[in-house]
């Protein structure tokens, strides 16, 4: 079975700084990645995917992710932290008829 | 026009009782989901529904009983609710069975069992 690990519960970074949220995969097939966003009391808000082709995959908001497959990876970045990035982030895997999901990462902002 | 809306957004009810959660979807999409999210926001799969018929069925309590009566509606029936049930729960839909798209989420049902 497919599955997918993040690490860190919470990452804190400063206003205009670098955002970088990590995702390691575990698969037996070539995975399909999901990165989705929950902002607080709402639903979660897909960021972006990978499917096949292009290894760096923009997103909304100005996110990104880079598939690495020699590191089993999926991490996502955004160059420039902006206040309403507040939000817990969820990396999710493609297991044939269903979606997992991580453990979710917050990501807290700093003025 | 909101993609996949599920109604009520908050329900506190009492241990013992009975509630339903529905959920809509105008996509035209053929797949819906119900997740649970607990307090800790980890997500889990409950059900998946293709056009009416039932295709995943997780280790869920019997107690919790999803209803499609068409495609663009799944229903979820929890009898005898208990503490543990306390969680958000999402409703979500896919073109088709694959995963491989990913899928659409409602804005949740906090249920808050009292």
């Known amino acids: 079975a497919q599955s997918v690990t993040q690490l860190g519960s919470h990452v804190s970074v400063s206003e205009g700084a670098l955002v970088l949220l990590r995702c390691n995969y575990s698969s037996s097939v070539p995975p399909y990645l999901f990165w989705y966003v929950q902002y607080p009391n709402q639903g979660l808000q897909l960021l972006l995917k990978?499917?096949?082709?292009?290894?760096l995959v923009k997103g909304i908001n100005g996110f990104e992710a880079e598939f690495k497959k020699s590191e089993t990876s999926f991490h996502l970045t955004k160059p420039s932290a902006h206040m309403s990035d507040a939000a817990e982030y969820f990396c999710?895997?493609?297991?044939?008829?269903?979606?997992?999901f991580g453990k979710g990462t917050r990501l807290h902002i700093l003025p | 026009d909101t993609a996949v809306s599920q109604t009520p957004k908050y329900l506190v009810t009492q241990m013992g009782n009975d509630k339903s959660i529905k959920c809509e979807q105008n996509?035209?999409?053929?797949?819906m989901y119900w997740y649970k999210q607990d307090s800790k926001k980890f997500l889990k799969i409950m059900f998946s529904?293709?056009?009416?018929?039932?295709?995943i069925n997780e280790t869920v309590p019997n107690r919790f009983s999803p209803k499609s009566p068409d495609k663009a509606h799944l229903n979820l029936h929890i009898n005898s609710l208990e503490l543990g049930d306390s969680a958000v729960y999402f409703c979500?839909?896919?073109?088709?069975?694959?995963?491989?798209?990913?899928?659409?989420f409602g804005s949740g049902t906090r249920l808050t069992v009292v």
């Open positions: 979500a839909s896919s073109p088709g069975l694959s995963s491989r798209l990913g899928y659409t």
């Open positions: 529904y293709n056009n009416k018929e039932l295709i």
């Open positions: 996509l035209g999409h053929d797949t």
């Open positions: 990978y499917t096949t082709g292009a290894t």
């Open positions: 999710a895997v493609s297991d044939d008829d269903k979606i997992i």
